[in-house]
């Protein structure tokens, strides 16, 4: 068991585990009225936002990481919406705060699982996808929150998505990488 700013969590075989860059996230957001989480994992960033008010929507590709997430939501006694998507696919309504720890890392794995950390040559594969759709499911004066590492080129990624306006919220280096959280509102 792992406790982290009073969430409880179970690690699950096969699903992403709590790490430096979730505790940053933890510690970095705002969670709205009204929150999804794409890619949920263990559940610990939607439990925080849930354990403190917010009404949340959790989702994740994995449905192990669904099942993994739903018994630490029950084992927190916090309710969540618990939704199997490929980022937006089954999402429907606007919230205020969307919430993303997304594959970061550059690299061109075929390895099982590699998804929860394979962001892709440029290691905005997956950041992409988010970013072109986060917006249509914000509600007005909503933000969303991302994980990004300085192994990839992220002035390249704010000069592509000028449609939002990005501000850095913190940040984390251990071993050979600094990883940031930023807020980003459309513009």
């Given at each position: 068991?792992?406790?982290?700013?009073?969430?409880?969590?179970?690690?699950?075989?096969?699903?992403?585990?709590?790490?430096?860059?979730?505790?940053?996230?933890?510690?970095?957001?705002?969670?709205?009225?009204?929150?999804?989480?794409?890619?949920?994992?263990?559940?610990?960033?939607?439990?925080?936002?849930?354990?403190?008010?917010?009404?949340?929507?959790?989702?994740?590709?994995?449905?192990?990481?669904l099942?993994?997430?739903?018994?630490?939501?029950?084992?927190?006694?916090?309710?969540?919406?618990?939704?199997?998507?490929?980022?937006?696919?089954?999402?429907r309504?606007k919230?205020d705060?969307?919430?993303?720890?997304?594959?970061?890392?550059?690299?061109?794995?075929?390895?099982?699982?590699?998804?929860?950390?394979?962001?892709?040559?440029d290691?905005?594969?997956?950041?992409?996808?988010?970013?072109?759709?986060?917006?249509?499911?914000?509600?007005?004066?909503?933000?969303?929150?991302?994980?990004?590492?300085?192994?990839?080129?992220?002035?390249?990624?704010?000069?592509?998505?000028?449609?939002?306006?990005f501000?850095?919220?913190?940040?984390?280096?251990?071993?050979?990488?600094?990883?940031?959280?930023?807020s980003?509102?459309?513009?």
């Amino acid at each position: 068991m792992l406790n982290y700013r009073g969430v409880t969590i179970k690690p699950c075989a096969g699903v992403y585990q709590p790490a430096e860059d979730s505790f940053l996230m933890v510690d970095a957001i705002k969670c709205g009225k009204n929150v999804l989480e794409i890619g949920t994992g263990t559940g610990i960033i939607s439990i925080y936002c849930a354990s403190n008010g917010s009404k949340c929507t959790a989702t994740d590709i994995s449905e192990k990481a669904l099942e993994c997430a739903r018994f630490n939501a029950e084992l927190n006694g916090v309710k969540i919406e618990f939704i199997h998507s490929n980022l937006f696919l089954n999402i429907r309504g606007k919230y205020d705060t969307i919430i993303f720890n997304p594959p970061y890392l550059p690299t061109d794995d075929n390895i099982e699982e590699s998804e929860q950390w394979d962001g892709g040559p440029d290691g905005f594969r997956v950041t992409r996808q988010f970013l072109k759709c986060a917006w249509k499911f914000l509600e007005k004066n909503g933000e969303v929150y991302l994980i990004l590492s300085d192994l990839t080129d992220i002035n390249s990624l704010i000069a592509e998505f000028k449609n939002y306006n990005f501000n850095k919220l913190g940040e984390n280096t251990f071993e050979s990488e600094r990883i940031i959280v930023f807020s980003a509102r459309p513009a």
